[in-house]
């Protein structure tokens, strides 16, 4: 977590607390609105069921009633039977035919037959189709007799619908037949909205259903649980889920009368959650709206929260490349502006302390210089000796010339010998100025021979050989010639004091090009840097040398002043000698 950006952090979290917040609320609201709906489902479903088996049974007790009625009557006076079937069926618009079946001792046996002429013709139904339809699906008269009423499906495909009533008299003798339009009860099951209902017969096949074709089809729906629920006699009414065709449902079952047929009314559940469904897809496209939303208004917070922070990083990259003294504006947020604050102030101490190190510096860069100087009063003292002795001898034999002449020739001899005094002394001094750090053109060549000239005579007076080879077209380059001098001049009375005890006294300078670079070489024939010298060489303060002899600053000075003149000092090592390369980048243009 903490390896991500803060402002990574702040988008990522802002995101996930929405995400969570959003699923929480999507769930918690889906439940609620399903379970709710699901409730109100059964409970529209019982309502629904229980309705329309109240109607089919008023309906059917009526008609039933109305059938023993006929019945009796006939039993009294058949011969009127005719008369009475119209004066008490016509009315109802639903009876195409009518049929009395005697009970004997020997069996059944149909004892009158009426048409009602007038409907069937209008409906365009034969009479024969009925007597098809009868034949095709007989009335149970054994069931009739047990439970006094019995309602059947009697369509005759491919087209009858046709319903059918049987009823047993009152004194058990007959049983009066009905076939009946279904559309009365096709008219209950047909409610509109998400509701379907389906009525059944004690078999548990249809007898209104909203798909005619089933009706038709005497489809058998005695698989279905709900059906199996309210046939089975245990509860007349109740509500269960249950599945068919792959799909769940929502059914509410009641029978009608003591099983002589049942409704139910049922719902698919991908249709009464349809609309939670819908809900929860669209709330669910709005939370991916509003955590979209959310996110880009956290990014742009996040890089407004993080925009100083970057300014401050910035800040530090710049004063770590040495811009000392880099300030930011002092802005945004109270933590924000307290680190800046500490940032500038930071960053004014570093020039302060970058002013004191260069000084410290500074002084440690004299400081070795005034040791190599100390070193070389021996052999200037010695050098200047020679003139001195000169304008010495000079003068004496000036103040007993016997001439004006001739003491002429003696001052301009002294004056010779002053000025070759005076040069090495002012090269001397010209070095031990302090230093400073001023960059201006100089030719490599020119460096090496100034070096030379401080340092020859103590060579020589060392029994050093200095060879040169001094190489052309070197290309000027931008340096520092007094602090370059020191360098050299480090380098070789190093060579010359390696070789104080070697028999082949030799040092050679050369001058060569190397790409945009000029390489100065200072090779000796000493005994070489044994590796663990090699290792500590540029080290401040390591020195092999006796206490008084080497201050072991010479190396590691030389090379902060190379490498300010964005060169490099190397050392190389080998049985004949060691050689040190000094390599300055060649000005351009
Ligand atoms: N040409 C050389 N041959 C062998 N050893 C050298 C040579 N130049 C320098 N050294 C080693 O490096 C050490 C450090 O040199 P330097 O930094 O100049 O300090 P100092 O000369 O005061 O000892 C010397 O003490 C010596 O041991
Ligand atoms: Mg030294």
Redesign the pocket.
């Given at each position: 977590m903490t390896r991500l950006s803060i402002r990574a952090q702040v988008v990522l979290l802002v995101g996930l607390l929405l995400l969570a917040a959003m699923a929480v609320y999507l769930t918690l609201a889906t439940r609620i609105v399903t379970r709710d709906k699901e409730a109100t489902v059964y409970d529209v479903n019982a309502l629904v069921a229980g309705t329309v088996a109240d109607q089919v049974e008023t309906t059917v007790d009526g008609f039933a009633d109305k059938l023993r009625y006929f019945g009796q009557e006939y039993a009294s006076t058949p011969g009127d039977a005719e008369r009475r079937a119209k004066s008490l069926f016509s009315a109802d618009d639903e009876v195409l035919s009518l049929e009395v079946n005697t009970i004997t001792e020997g069996g059944i046996e149909r004892s009158f037959l009426y048409f009602d002429a007038e409907r069937l013709s209008s409906l365009n139904i034969e009479k024969e189709d009925i007597l098809l339809a009868r034949k095709q699906t007989p009335v149970p008269f054994a069931v009739v007799r047990r439970t006094g009423v019995v309602l059947q499906n009697a369509s005759l495909p491919p087209d009858l619908a046709l319903l059918r009533l049987s009823a047993v008299t009152a004194d058990g003798k007959a049983v009066i037949t009905a076939e009946l339009r279904p559309e009365r009860l096709l008219k209950t099951v047909t409610t509109g909205g998400v509701t379907r209902v389906f009525l059944v017969d004690s078999l548990g096949r249809v007898l209104a259903h909203r798909d005619a074709s089933k009706v038709i089809a005497h489809e058998d729906l005695s698989g279905l649980t709900p059906v199996q629920s309210a046939l089975s006699g245990k509860a007349a009414r109740g509500a269960e889920q249950y599945e068919t065709d792959g799909e769940q449902r929502l059914a509410s079952y009641a029978r009608v009368g003591s099983g002589l047929a049942a409704v139910v009314a049922e719902v698919p559940v991908a249709e009464v959650f349809g609309a939670t469904r819908e809900l929860s897809s669209r709330s669910l496209l709005f939370a991916a709206g509003i955590v979209a939303l959310a996110l880009v208004l956290a990014i742009i917070l996040s890089r407004a929260l993080t925009a100083p922070l970057k300014r401050l990083s910035d800040t530090m990259v710049v004063i770590s490349k040495g811009e000392y003294g880099t300030t930011v504006p002092i802005e945004g947020a109270p933590e924000i502006r307290s680190v800046g604050t500490a940032l500038n102030e930071m960053s004014r101490e570093l020039i302060r302390r970058s002013d004191d190190l260069q000084r410290a510096h500074n002084n440690l860069v004299q400081s070795e210089k005034l040791s190599a100087i100390g070193e070389l009063a021996a052999s200037v003292a010695h050098e200047v000796k020679n003139p001195m002795v000169g304008i010495l001898g000079f003068a004496q034999l000036g103040k007993e010339a016997d001439s004006m002449s001739e003491a002429k020739e003696y001052f301009g001899l002294i004056e010779s010998d002053t000025l070759r005094a005076n040069k090495i002394l002012q090269t001397l001094l010209e070095f031990a100025r302090p230093p400073e750090m001023d960059m201006e053109p100089l030719e490599v060549n020119e460096v090496v021979q100034g070096a030379l000239q401080l340092c020859q005579h103590q060579l020589q007076m060392q029994g050093v050989k200095v060879a040169t080879s001094l190489g052309d077209g070197l290309g000027g380059i931008l340096g520092n010639n007094n602090q370059l001098r020191q360098v050299l001049l480090?380098l070789m009375m190093?060579?010359g004091?390696?070789m104080a005890e070697s028999a082949t006294k030799r040092v050679t300078v050369s001058t060569v090009v190397d790409g945009d670079f000029a390489k100065v070489l200072v090779a000796?024939t000493?005994?070489?840097?044994p590796p663990e010298?090699m290792q500590n060489?540029f080290k401040p303060f390591?020195?092999?040398?006796r206490r008084g002899l080497?201050?072991?600053?010479?190396?590691?000075v030389s090379r902060s002043i190379i490498e300010a003149h964005k060169g490099t000092l190397t050392a190389e090592s080998a049985p004949g000698g060691?050689t040190?390369i000094v390599r300055l980048p060649v000005r351009k243009g």
């Open positions: 480090n190093n060579a004091q390696a000796d000493g005994p070489g840097i010298v060489l390591f020195t092999t040398k080497g201050t072991g600053l010479g190396l590691s060691a040190f």
